[in-house]
């Protein structure tokens, strides 16, 4: 399946905007994306597994807020909350 990432997470992915992954379940696509591109997990999953509060992931359009939803052959896509001032 397709998996679309934040600009900040593309430093892990040679700079592709879009990336292929495998997996039934969330947690298995990262884990499977992990494998490719080495230290990205980390970057949207915490120590103790939880995905960052700073992190949404959506599969099929759709915000799903566990590592355990399923995700089947739809697109992944990463999002980033930004902050600044």
Known sequence: MRVRLPTHLRAYTQGLAEVEASGATLAEVLADLDQRYPGLR???????GRIRTHIKFFVGGELVRTLAAPVGAREVQIVAALSGG
Request: no cysteine.
């Open 42 to 48: 980390f970057r949207v999953v915490d120590e103790q």
